[in-house]
């Protein structure tokens, strides 16, 4: 069964260095999703991708926030200068050929900002 | 203003029990709505879609009232695997979002022996 895979799946830095997460989306999906989850807390959605450009992002996608699909496989969530309040799951998201099909979730990268 | 809220729990039950959950959504407009599960610090997983006629999936059954903007997910004969965090989900209205996912908080399901 297709599957959405994400590396590392656990990545620590410093405070103020440059992270890029990686996403490999269900090969035939179209729109791509990422969203955080902060220890004990809801799942967050940041941001969709669609046709190469951004459709929506969240209050929380900030300046310091970027998504890139640089290739025809994989999908990356860069965080320029990370603070200690990023640390969190980090989900990346796909689905078909509609927006209102079901999503489909990677394991996550657990990021841990010292 | 929370978009989806839900039941916290803890529910706590025996093997074989019928367990209900509940979930409220606060825009009308709202076009998709979804279960998943949650095992702990693992991503979500698609458990059910949920239709206006209400749906079946084995001992799964997840009901939609529009009018009231209620969401529910009934489990029969609960066994030891179901022990997860369940999430109410819900889905942006039309035209306005392309499928940003609304999260519920999670309710938390120990099935015991």
């Known amino acids: 069964e297709p599957e959405v895979t994400q590396t590392p799946s656990h990545q620590v830095t410093q405070m103020g260095q440059e992270v890029i997460l990686r996403c490999v989306p269900i090969?035939?999906?179209?729109?791509f999703y990422w969203y955080r989850q902060i220890l004990g807390q809801k799942v967050e959605f940041l941001v969709s991708f669609y046709n190469n450009e951004i459709s929506e992002k969240s209050e929380i996608f900030d300046d310091q926030f970027s998504v890139e699909r640089p290739d025809g496989s994989n999908f990356t969530l860069k965080i320029r200068s990370t603070k200690l309040e990023d640390s969190a799951m980090y989900f990346c998201a796909s689905s078909g050929s509609s927006s209102y099909n079901e999503q489909f979730f990677g394991p996550g990268t657990r990021l841990t900002v010292l | 203003r929370k978009e989806v809220e839900q039941d916290p729990g803890p529910f706590n039950v025996p093997e074989g029990a019928t367990v209900a959950f509940n979930c409220t959504y606060s825009n009308s407009a709202s076009q998709s709505f979804f279960w998943y599960r949650q095992d702990c610090r693992k991503e979500p997983k698609l458990l059910m879609s949920?239709?206006?006629s209400g749906n079946e999936d084995g001992r799964f059954t997840a009901q939609l009232n529009r009018a009231s903007q209620y969401i529910s997910l009934l489990i029969r004969d609960s066994k030891l695997s179901d022990s997860a965090t369940y999430l109410c989900v819900v889905n942006g209205p039309r035209g306005s979002t392309l499928g940003r996912l609304y999260f519920g908080r999670g309710t938390q399901l120990t099935v015991w022996p």
């Open positions: 949920v239709y206006s």
């Open positions: 090969s035939n999906h179209l729109y």
